[in-house]
């Protein structure tokens, strides 16, 4: 896949969501219903309704299955549930998110924070509150919940197998303050517990780091398709050619054997909740 160019963030309304939007607004007009009565009908402000018809907002599939149902749309609302539901990553996500969520065997080394797939809401949202530049609210909003959703992998079944390799220094950094770091911490070791969790810490002590290239996930879909997803600083790439494919995983091996096993790990992190 080629790279994906980074949209600013605040350009919610682009692409699927516009073409949703105006779908959703015709069908509400043909049906002869305001906004208000629309809205009334399906448990949302006005607002909000005006939010999904100029694009602005990601509709919940729950509302998109009721407006189908609501305007007559014949399926034609249901069946962008799937795209809509991806507009809520950012643009340069939006691939690797589609393949995580299919997904039979991830591995992820994380080198800046804690993985999204297992981060709190409370890290989460501090996490989108550094960002720089700022996020609209409405954007932050609508970036954790589709974080958050990504966690669905964990209820997974069949479940996949998931493996972690987490830069100690990422566990050191107390991103939204102590309470919010001391529950992240807790949230690894109750994910670790997970028969097809893995967690690893890289310690900073170790005189030699295989990661130093950066953070990368590598992924293996259920058809046997090995693939790779690399990010810095928004820019993303999906690698799908077989030897980039096949250094990434070499890179993860010795990553793996550097770091602390799963069980010195999970004392490391009780170590460090312990300590303060």
Known sequence: MDDAVRQPEHEVGGGMLCVFGRQLKLFRERAGMDRARFGSLTGYSPSSIASFEQGRRVPPPKFIDRADELLAASGVLSAGKEEVARAQYPAFFRDAARLEAEAAVLHVYATQAVPGLLQTEEYARAVFDMWRPQLDVEVSEQRLAARLARQGIFDRRP???????????????????????????????????????????????????????????????????????AEVQGDSRVHTERQRVRELERTYGTLRAQAHTPAESRALIEKLLGER
């Open 159 to 229: 479940a996949p197998h998931l493996s972690f390799v987490i830069e100690e220094a990422v566990l050191l950094r107390p991103l939204g303050g102590a309470l919010v770091w001391r529950g992240q911490l807790e949230q690894l070791l109750l994910i670790e517990e997970k028969r097809n969790v893995e967690i690893q810490v890289m310690p900073l002590s170790r005189p030699e780091n295989a990661g130093l290239a950066g953070p990368f996930t590598l992924m293996e879909m259920k058809d046997g398709r090995r693939i790779a997803y």
